[in-house]
């Protein structure tokens, strides 16, 4: 635990930091979005056409999926990561705004809202 006196410095970090990594989850959540938007479009239009395709077109076709796949756990991994992270700095802050000395602390199983 940090000495009370380092709180407040670090404090500010910690809340730009989880705003940073809100900022984030948001960019992840609209790349997600278009992604399954592009997906969605191009697989419509697969659909129409891929019985005319060519035995090589149809491997690249399936060779495109499976990369659109791994971005898409790529995406999932980063996301979980975020979370965790996020998770992480909002305990800190909730821990260093609790344990601030211009605040009197919370007795274990009680709430501040009354």
């Known amino acids: 635990a940090l000495p009370i006196s380092h709180r407040p410095a670090i404090?500010?970090?910690?809340e730009n930091?989880?705003?940073?990594l809100q900022v984030m989850r948001r960019s992840l959540n609209l790349f997600r979005t278009q992604m399954m938007d592009v997906e969605l479009s191009m697989l419509r239009q697969q659909t129409v056409v891929y019985h005319q395709l060519t035995e090589e077109e149809r491997y690249e076709a399936d060779q495109l999926q499976?990369?659109?796949n791994n971005v898409r756990m790529e995406l999932?991994?980063?996301e979980l990561q975020l979370e965790d992270r996020l998770l992480f700095l909002e305990e800190q802050l909730r821990t260093l705004h609790t344990a601030s000395p211009y605040r009197s602390p919370t007795l274990p199983g009680r709430s501040e809202e009354h």
């Open 11 to 14: 404090l500010p970090l910690y």
């Open 76 to 78: 999932q991994e980063l």
């Open 66 to 68: 499976g990369l659109r």
């Open 17 to 20: 930091t989880f705003h940073e």
